[in-house]
């Protein structure tokens, strides 16, 4: 254990158990299931940052989306798993389809706040 594992905490210690190969147990078993849930999804690795090892956000059709901690290899692995084709962010960037419902979901939380404090 390093001097700073003292104060990352135990989820922490247990998201780095599962990098080595990718997404295993309850992360993997959320990311098929919204694979299976949503239509054309397409997964985006993002590179390991100070505070996060490599991600992969997997982003629908429609732009909805979510994203987990993989590791090194496990986003191409779990596209390959899942069957979906898998792009590098820091190459491609992201969708605008991705932005667009970014931009809508913040439009409908917005006036959703507005109704509430009418009603008050």
Do not use: C, N, S
Not at 49 to 65: H, P, Q, S, Y
Not at 73 to 83: K, P, Q, V
């Amino acid at each position: 254990m390093g001097l700073l594992d003292r104060f990352r905490g135990a989820t922490a210690r247990a998201g780095r158990a599962a990098r080595p190969g990718g997404p295993r147990g309850e992360d993997a078993r959320y990311l098929a299931d919204w694979v299976r849930t949503h239509t054309g999804v397409e997964g985006y690795v993002e590179p390991k940052t100070t505070v996060t090892d490599v991600t992969v956000v997997l982003i629908a059709a429609d732009g909805e989306w979510t994203r987990r901690v993989v590791g090194e290899r496990g986003a191409h692995r779990l596209a390959g798993d899942l069957g979906i084709p898998v792009y590098d962010v820091a190459r491609t960037g992201y969708p605008q389809r991705m932005r667009d419902h970014d931009e809508r979901e913040r439009i409908r939380r917005k006036r959703e706040l507005e109704r509430e404090l009418d009603e008050l």
